[in-house]
């Protein structure tokens, strides 16, 4: 069964930068969409940013600008490069097969001073 596996999290202070990544066990990144998600507390899950197999991206609006999401199928791996962090960016990030329907297992970002 295929697993996703995030890391990359941690404390930063506002304004500093973050690479979260996102490892497949198995080679499922020529056959889906990636996304990464992200849950703050009382708060729903809500989509960051997607890549789909052809390399088209999206973003949310309060983070376009400032995060990258990127993907290299020979590493089974997708990432996002997050920079001017603020605060509200604090939250839980998981990454998600998307038309799989498989979930990594998160990795918390902490946005403070």
């Known amino acids: 069964q295929v697993q996703l596996v995030e890391s990359g999290g941690g404390l930063v202070q506002p304004g500093g930068s973050l690479r979260l990544s996102c490892a497949a066990s198995?080679?499922?990144?020529?056959?889906?969409?990636m996304g990464w998600y992200r849950q703050a507390p009382g708060k729903q899950r809500e989509l960051v940013a997607n890549i789909t197999i052809g390399g088209m991206t999206n973003y949310v609006d309060s983070v376009k600008g400032r995060f990258t999401i990127s993907r290299d199928n020979a590493k089974n791996t997708v990432y996002l490069q997050m920079n001017s962090l603020k605060p509200e960016d604090t939250a839980v990030y998981y990454c998600k097969a998307i038309y799989l329907k498989i979930w990594g297992q998160g990795t918390q970002v902490t946005v403070s001073s």
């Open positions: 198995g080679s499922i990144f020529s056959i889906d969409d």
